[in-house]
């Protein structure tokens, strides 16, 4: 006789409670790093999630990180609740944690064994009010080392500041992350700078407007003085021609000198 086992199938949550970040400038670098990355892969077969579960054993719900913002490269674009490696078939690509004193530990040793195990190629660490990083800003590059028993994953320092899989340059901003692309040195605006360069192109354009309004007015004034000659010239032929000819009508010739 078989005997039928119920199974619960395993539940993965999407959240637990916790808030974003710990203060409002690690907030802000999150959302920000978030929506500039986001935009700058638009249209692109990637996404950029933030603060969600990352799931990296399928059946084992404790398996899971939450990195603050990560880069996921030959998948769908579009928001996930939670993001599973199994189902999507790919591993976060980037990965930024934006760090202070009190997640030090954390991101600096248990989540950097973890990136570099599942094979994380970047790991960037940010921390906007330098309470640890000097610079602020620190990146590791995934390096794949051979040994006896096979290979094996490893970070190394990035000292240059460069994405190669973003290809872009960071920079330290003040309490943000500035991105510049290789190909032409351009920034990657921020949502406020983005908003600024907006409200200027449309002041700009009602300038150009203005002016243009302007010299037309200018035209059709300049037209209007050159009819009022013409009415003025004619007026004045027609008063020639009805002198000439009362002069003819007098016996008198109007050529004549």
């Known amino acids: 006789m078989t005997t039928l086992v119920a199974t ?17 400038l690690h907030v802000y670098a999150i959302l920000t790093t978030l929506e500039v990355l986001r935009q700058y892969l638009e249209g692109s077969q990637a996404t950029v999630l933030a603060n969600q579960f ?23 674009p579009g928001p ?3 993001y599973k490696t199994w189902e999507e078939g790919q591993v976060p690509a980037i990965i930024f944690e934006i760090t202070s004193e009190s997640t030090r530990s954390k991101d600096q040793d248990d989540k950097l064994r973890l990136y570099e195990f599942l094979g994380v190629q970047e790991y960037w660490l ?3 009010k330098g309470e640890w990083i000097q610079d602020k800003l620190r990146g590791y590059r995934l390096q794949v080392i051979e040994q006896g ?6 970070y190394q320092l990035i000292e240059e500041n460069i994405s190669e899989r973003l290809q872009l340059r960071l920079q330290v901003e003040g309490e943000l992350i500035g991105f510049y692309r290789l190909d032409n040195s351009q920034k990657l605006l921020i949502p406020s700078e983005l908003a600024a360069e907006l409200r200027a192109t449309a002041a700009q354009l009602e300038q150009s407007e ?9 035209a059709q004034a300049a037209e209007a003085v050159v009819q009022q000659e013409q009415q003025a010239r004619q007026q004045a032929e027609q008063r020639a021609a009805e002198l000439a000819e009362r002069l003819r009508e007098l016996g008198i010739d ?4």
């Open 254 to 257: 109007p050529d004549t000198p």
């Open 149 to 154: 028993d096979g290979p094996v994953n490893h």
């Open 8 to 24: 619960t199938p395993v539940t993965y949550p999407s959240g637990d409670g916790r808030p974003l970040a710990e203060t409002f």
């Open 80 to 82: 996930r609740d939670s």
């Open 54 to 76: 990352l799931y990296y054993a399928p059946g084992v719900r404790t398996s899971r990180v939450a990195p603050d913002v990560m880069v996921i490269f030959g998948v769908a």
């Open 126 to 128: 940010f921390d906007p």
């Open 210 to 218: 203005q002016r243009a309004q302007a010299a037309e007015q200018r």
